[in-house]
């Protein structure tokens, strides 16, 4: 079956714009979650989603970052006014996970976004 | 996670031999361990997990193992191939984290022919 896909694979701004990444997760999988990686680092825990609402949004550095999931499958991560030091690669994952316990993490392939 | 630099520790091993990625934690709440795989260019594919109620688990040529007593997870993979050269990460979640994952530094592994 088909995988995470994001789209779009990279995307290029200049400072100051704002930018919508997008997740399609894995058929049925109910939990969606969003990491940031930065060159040579491992990924970083932006915002969780179970179902429709964001269950942890204690990644997102600061009020110009936002996510939704208004029908619980697709996802857009949303960054206002953006700024160069928001280049990195975004990463969504999704997993059948429930509230209680963790399950597997699947990855899409990632959005490299640049600020120029 | 912590910060890290850009220099990833790296370990090169002959093809067909076994190589062993270590990686420590430091929150002895966490339940729950996976390694995964990351090509340049691509995003972490899953190899193996484990839970904190084991110690040891086999997949096709990996085991992870996992000592809590001194909060050290490692992967072994077995007769190297150069498809398995690739930067690894350790990640874990752990009890009232809401399932986010928390990822380990990485160490890039090369496979020489």
């Known amino acids: 079956g088909a995988g995470v896909s994001q789209t779009p694979s990279n995307k290029v701004t200049e400072k100051g714009k704002y930018v919508e990444l997008r997740c399609d997760p894995i058929?049925?999988?109910?939990?969606l979650y969003w990491y940031r990686q930065s060159l040579g680092q491992g990924p970083e825990f932006l915002i969780y989603f179970q179902g429709t609402g964001a269950a942890d949004d204690s990644g997102l550095p600061n009020d110009r970052f936002f996510a939704v999931r208004p029908e619980g499958s697709v996802s857009t991560l949303k960054i206002q006014r953006t700024e160069r030091g928001d280049s990195a690669v975004y990463l969504c994952?999704?997993?059948?996970?429930?509230?209680?316990?963790?399950?597997?993490?699947?990855f899409g392939p990632g959005t490299r976004l640049t600020v120029l | 996670g912590e910060s890290v630099g850009l220099h990833l520790p790296t370990l090169s091993v002959q093809e067909g031999d076994n190589s062993i990625i270590n990686c420590a934690y430091s929150?002895?709440?966490?339940?729950?361990f996976i390694w995964y795989k990351q090509e340049s260019g691509k995003g972490p594919q899953f190899i193996i997990d484990i839970r904190s109620n084991m110690d040891k688990r086999q997949g096709q040529r990996v085991t992870v193992l996992l000592n809590k007593t001194v909060k050290h997870l490692s992967l072994q993979i077995a007769a190297t191939q150069p498809g398995d050269s690739a930067v690894y990460f350790c990640?874990?979640?752990?009890?009232?984290?809401?399932?986010?994952?928390?990822f380990g530094q990485g160490t890039r592994l090369t496979i020489n022919p």
């Open positions: 058929s049925g999988h109910t939990a």
């Open positions: 929150n002895s709440a966490s339940d729950y």
């Open positions: 990640a874990e979640t752990y009890k009232g984290g809401a399932q986010k994952l928390v």
């Open positions: 994952a999704s997993s059948l996970s429930g509230p209680a316990s963790a399950g597997t993490q699947y």
